[in-house]
């Protein structure tokens, strides 16, 4: 009768443990499941941290570990925003300061016009106008890099014709081209119509065409593919340049960052370019393509109309 009873409860506790064990091991897997949304939403919307608790386990020390790596994290992501904040500041300050010595000089330089004699100062004057627009231009475009990048500059969103806008900014690029005798083979759906505003996005396009014409090689081709994926366009631009060294693509899209093989620029065309892009709330990629050389993605929503974007711009700061 002993053994019976003694048989009895040992089988008792051991369905009993088991029953313990799955329902420890299904709160686990819900903790973990939970714990894997929550740092997903940190990556997304990095503004608070998760709590700490007290209790002890494997599973709750995991989950403080991923706490004070989330409050290191956010503690980095503001450093980095206040040090942004302070380049932005001296950028614009320094510009302005630029713009009133230049636009000084541009009047100087019409007064030496009209009261020049010989044709050879009225072309070496000339020369120095072209020098003054070319320095004004260059000092306009560090000025609008600093305000995109701190969103200072509001889209205005209009329905585009995406075929004819590329077209356009080929033919922009026609003297450079043509120069080094680079071709620009465009493949373009047709009919593909999104929004975006007439003057920063083609910009965008711009700034990553005329980066590809001038690292491909002299005679060489840019491809710039552009379909329609469905909630989405894709426009692919990919050169045949030497590539994109491995060590450089952390540094890809940050401001006055120069690659070791670009010889011209201030190191902003593609950060302007990225920032133009995700202002459209879109994305920009780089990476080395099949040919060995560039290649660059741009990914834009196809959105029913400017009104959709405005919410999305609201919707932003939740």
């Avoid at 941290?49 to 386990?57: A, I, Y």
Wanted: net charge negative; proline share 3%.
């Amino acid at each position: 009768m002993f053994w019976e009873l003694f048989c009895l409860f040992f089988g008792a506790a051991g369905i009993l443990s088991a029953i313990l064990w799955r329902k420890k091991l299904y709160h686990h897997e819900h903790r973990m499941e939970e714990l894997t949304n929550e740092i997903q939403h940190f990556l997304n919307y990095p503004s608070k941290v998760m709590q700490e608790n007290l209790h002890e386990g494997k599973i709750h020390n995991l989950e403080n570990q991923i706490i004070r790596m989330e409050e290191q994290l956010l503690q980095e992501i503001h450093l980095q925003q206040q040090r942004e904040e302070q380049t932005n500041h001296f950028i614009e300050n320094m510009a302005h300061q630029m713009k009133t010595a230049v636009t000084a000089l541009q009047i100087r330089l019409d007064l030496a016009q009209l009261h020049s004699v010989t044709e050879e100062e009225r072309t070496a004057l000339q020369k120095s106008q072209a020098c003054m627009e070319r320095l004004t231009n260059e000092i306009d475009r560090i000025l609008k890099s600093s305000q995109l990048a701190a969103g200072k500059i509001q889209m205005v969103f209009e329905p585009l014709h995406l075929a004819d806008e590329i077209l356009s900014i080929i033919q922009q690029l026609r003297s450079l081209t043509d120069k080094r005798q680079v071709s620009i083979l465009l493949d373009c759906e047709k009919d593909i119509i999104l929004y975006g505003d007439a003057f920063w996005l083609p910009q965008a396009l711009e700034n990553i065409i005329k980066n590809a014409a001038e690292h491909t090689r002299q005679g060489g081709r840019v491809w710039v593919t552009a379909k329609n994926c469905g909630q989405a366009v894709s426009i692919i631009i990919e050169d045949e340049g030497m590539g994109i060294p491995p060590e450089e693509f952390p540094l890809l899209f940050q401001r006055f960052t120069r690659g070791t093989v670009s010889k011209t620029g201030y190191g902003i065309g593609l950060s302007m370019a990225r920032d133009i892009v995700e202002t459209h709330h879109g994305t920009l990629t780089g990476s080395n393509g099949k040919t060995g050389g560039a290649c660059f993605t741009m990914t834009l929503p196809i959105l029913e109309g400017p009104q959709t974007y405005i919410c999305l711009d609201s919707s932003a700061n939740w």
